[in-house]
């Protein structure tokens, strides 16, 4: 579903992130996850920041899309700050 656009916009994929995340904080004993996103990629970073990732970096002009140069933006969320943590 992550690739068929009449699926969009309907949250399964911040859904299904929230669930992973839980997964890996709960059952797994992750204490932290990190994510990327290139920069103009909006619906990535929302799915990101819905979950509770916060920004820690950018690495500039490593991706080439359509000719031009694209930054990387870094995320992290730590178990502490995982909705599961709270429960």
């Known amino acids: 579903m992550l690739g068929d656009k009449t699926y969009a916009g309907r ?4 859904r299904a992130v ?10 797994l004993g992750l204490e932290t996850v990190s994510a ?9 970073i ?4 819905r979950n509770g990732f916060l ?3 950018r690495q500039r ?3 080439v899309i359509d000719g031009r140069p694209r930054d990387r933006l ?6 502490s700050e995982h909705g599961s943590a709270r429960r």
């Open 11 to 14: 949250g399964y994929t911040s």
């Open 55 to 57: 920004a820690i970096g």
């Open 74 to 79: 870094l995320f992290d969320l730590l178990a």
């Open 46 to 49: 929302q799915v990101l920041v």
């Open 61 to 63: 002009q490593c991706h």
């Open 36 to 44: 990327w996103a290139v920069e103009d990629n909006a619906a990535s």
């Open 18 to 27: 929230g669930q992973l995340l839980t997964l890996g904080f709960t059952t």
